[in-house]
T-cell receptor, first 113, second 115 residues
Framework: NAGVTQTPKFRILKIGQSMTLQCAQD?????MYWYRQDPGMGLKLIYY???????DKGEVPNGYNVSRSTTEDFPLRLELAAPSQTSVYFC????????????FGQGTRLTVV | AQSVTQLGSHVSVSEGALVLLRCNYS??????LFWYVQYPNQGLQLLLK??????LVKGINGFEAEFKKSETSFHLTKPSAHMSDAAEYFC?????????????FGSGTQLTVLP
């Protein structure tokens, strides 16, 4: 099994551009998450989904949008890129919330210039 | 709301020495606790977790952690460091009945292993 797959691995955007970070999982997990990781700050939850068609905001949702049309896919959209969105983005999935393990993708390193 | 504090953003140990990475949490109810490891340019990988039962939990690669309710701590240890242990380590907490948004990560500890 591939687990959680993120594309692209690296991307440079200009201010005001838009892009979609792709995330797919093949473990039939209901829960999927998007985190951003900034140096010394740990991981902050951007959005999450508890199943197809259901999404909700996390701690830092401003400037992002998500959709969940299938169990497998959970893309993250940046509409108007800003330098503050320079970060490493991780997608994760889990079978349920609470005490179960979250499985992470390898990350997308995004730079906005 | 729960929170996690990792003491020491950088820890250096010699190969073969004890590894001790500190994690303290704040929670209104007994939480579930996790340690994740992140190798360079990789995603996070679960090392170990505590949910209920035995307070000393063993994980992969020889790591273990002990849940101490009285000290609100969940420190990660390994008796003898190996060069391959060099990575960033994250402590995380969630509530037993937690929703998906309640998994909270600490700021991470970068472990360097010196030859």
């Amino acid at each position: 099994n591939a687990g959680v797959t993120q594309t692209p691995k690296f991307r440079i955007l200009k201010i005001g551009q838009s892009m979609t970070l792709q995330c797919a999982q093949d473990m039939n997990h209901n829960y999927m998450y998007w985190y951003r990781q900034d140096p010394g700050m740990g991981l902050k939850l951007i959005y999450y989904s508890v199943g197809a068609g259901i999404t909700d905001k996390g701690e830092v949702p401003n400037g992002y949008n998500v959709s969940r049309s299938t169990t497998e896919d959970f893309p993250l959209r940046l509409e108007l890129a800003a330098p503050s969105q320079t970060s490493v983005y991780f997608c994760a999935s889990s079978y349920i919330a609470g005490g179960t393990e979250a499985f992470f993708g390898q990350g997308t390193r995004l730079t906005v210039v | 709301a729960q929170s996690v504090t990792q003491l020491g953003s950088h820890v250096s140990v010699s190969e073969g020495a004890l590894v001790l990475l500190r994690c303290n949490y704040s929670s209104s109810v007994p939480p579930y606790l996790f340690w994740y490891v992140q190798y360079p340019n990789q995603g996070l990988q679960l090392l170990l977790k505590y949910t209920t039962g035995a307070t000393l939990v063993k994980g992969i690669n020889g790591f273990e952690a002990e849940f101490k309710k009285s000290e609100t701590s969940f420190h990660l240890t390994k008796p003898s460091a190996h060069m391959s242990d060099a990575a960033e380590y994250f402590c995380a907490v969630t509530l037993p009945s937690g929703s998906a948004r309640q998994l909270t990560f600490g700021s991470g500890t970068q472990l360097t292993v010196l030859p």
